[in-house]
T-cell receptor, first 118, second 114 residues
Framework: GAGVSQSPRYKVAKRGQDVALRCDPISGHVSLFWYQQALGQGPEFLTYFQNEAQLDKSGLPSDRFFAERPEGSVSTLKIQRTQQEDSAVYLC????????????????FGSGTQLSVL | QQQVKQSPQSLIVQKGGISIINCAYENTAFDYFPWYQQFPGKGPALLIAIRPDVSEKKEGRFTISFNKSAKQFSLHIMDSQPGDSATYFCAAPPATDSWGKLQFGAGTQVVVTP
């Protein structure tokens, strides 16, 4: 597709359930980022992939959060045993350049998955 | 610890007016300052960005002003239009070698009235 695609668009989970959020980056983009955006706040970095390698996961809030990108394209963010504080919009972004390159590049964001934990 | 502080939280401006949003940062290692625009239900989109070696950058009706000594930068939206109604975020990466790991401000909701 022309842009970053995320699915599902909305997800409602009962507390304690596991959820999986999918991101389809722009074709050929080597860098993929996950961000979490709480209501009324700016996005917060979660994790970064360069191709299939997860090079930075310093923003993941707990070991209940897990991300993968096994073939260097589609990525999945998994949250185990969801809690109410996990309710947020999860944004995926991609870029054609490595995230640790010496130049600043443009991030292309998807529309996000809005997760509500009841 | 929020390293990019943005103000105001919201503002209302009449069509044709000027919208001004300010950001202050603490980390002197920041060397790239993008502004993102976000419409409801959409992801942020890069609007304009500046490096600290220049004091001002203009793209159409959008201008970034940068004050390195004060560690502040601002976004000016000239001749504001109803279509500019959105939330605006300033941001900065903690280091050049991690440009995608942006630290965002809390956002400013701009409403442009007809």
């Amino acid at each position: 597709g022309a842009g970053v695609s995320q699915s599902p668009r909305y997800k409602v989970a009962k507390r304690g359930q596991d959820v999986a959020l999918r991101c389809d980056p722009i074709s050929g983009h080597v860098s993929l980022f996950w961000y979490q955006q709480a209501l009324g706040q700016g996005p917060e970095f979660l994790t970064y992939f360069q191709n299939e390698a997860q090079l930075d996961k310093s923003g993941l809030p707990s070991d209940r959060f897990f991300a993968e990108r096994p073939e260097g394209s589609v990525s999945t963010l998994k949250i185990q045993r969801t809690q109410q504080e996990d309710s947020a919009v999860y944004l995926c972004a991609s870029s054609s350049r490595p995230g640790h390159s010496g130049t600043n590049e443009k991030l292309f964001f998807g529309s996000g998955t809005q997760l509500s934990v009841l | 610890q929020q390293q990019v502080k943005q103000s105001p939280q919201s503002l209302i401006v009449q069509k044709g007016g000027i919208s001004i949003i300010n950001c202050a940062y603490e980390n002197t290692a920041f060397d790239y300052f993008p502004w993102y625009q976000q419409f409801p239900g959409k992801g942020p989109a890069l609007l304009i960005a500046i490096r600290p070696d220049v004091s001002e950058k203009k793209e159409g009706r959008f201008t970034i002003s940068f004050n390195k000594s004060a560690k502040q930068f601002s976004l000016h939206i000239m001749d504001s239009q109803p279509g500019d109604s959105a939330t605006y975020f300033c941001a900065a990466p903690p280091a050049t070698d991690s440009w995608g790991k942006l630290q965002f401000g809390a956002g400013t909701q701009v409403v442009v009235t007809p």
